[in-house]
């Protein structure tokens, strides 16, 4: 699954927000729907063209203090350089379809991994949460798989929300520890009520991923679905 919130790795993951702007708004019952079958798995560009952003936070190996971070990027899809994200192929059943997304740290902050502090890598889609919104529950529901995530390495799913004139403080962060899932496919969700107070608020949810010295940390999804409802 996504990163965990084990330890300082779940702290990690609010300093992701920090970096981000609003985008479009979230109005109507299908916010956004990927099966990733029709993204170009040799585009470099494919993720980020399909509105992923990666935000990346480092913490001490040895304390956990947040040491600072970088981003937003669009989100990569090279296996070359691995980092962030990519679209895989074949490890899906028959509800997956051929390819999948899979979701590691970011193994290209190599000055950060082999100093052993904890590199936490956040890859998300992002919107403002408007009026008509109130009242709702956004649902974000996704298929999900252990793939090679091993040693301290730690994974979650997330939906936060944040004022974007206060960017560092999150008014919410609900999330789904994917770090020990089973090999077989499962669905899971996240659920978030709307109230009046998050008007105008920034929204992100997607996935994290947080490993340091190089150890592996990847974990696939498919069949995303976030609604309102």
Known sequence: GTGGTAGTGGTAGMGGAGGMG???GMAGDV????????LDKDSLTALGDDGWEVFGNVFSGVDGSYLGGYGPFPAPNNPAAPA??????GQGGTSQGLQQLVIISDYQNQTEMLAGNLVEANTFQEGTVSADDVGKTLRFSFDAKRGNIADSSTAIAFVKTFDPADPGTLTNFETEDTTNLPVEWMRYEISLL???GLVDQTLQFGFAATATDNESSGVFYDNILVDLQ
């Open 194 to 196: 709307i109230d009046a």
């Open 31 to 38: 916010v956004y729907e990927q099966g990733f079958e029709s």
């Open 84 to 89: 962030f994200s990519l679209i895989d192929e």
């Open 22 to 24: 609003g985008a479009g």
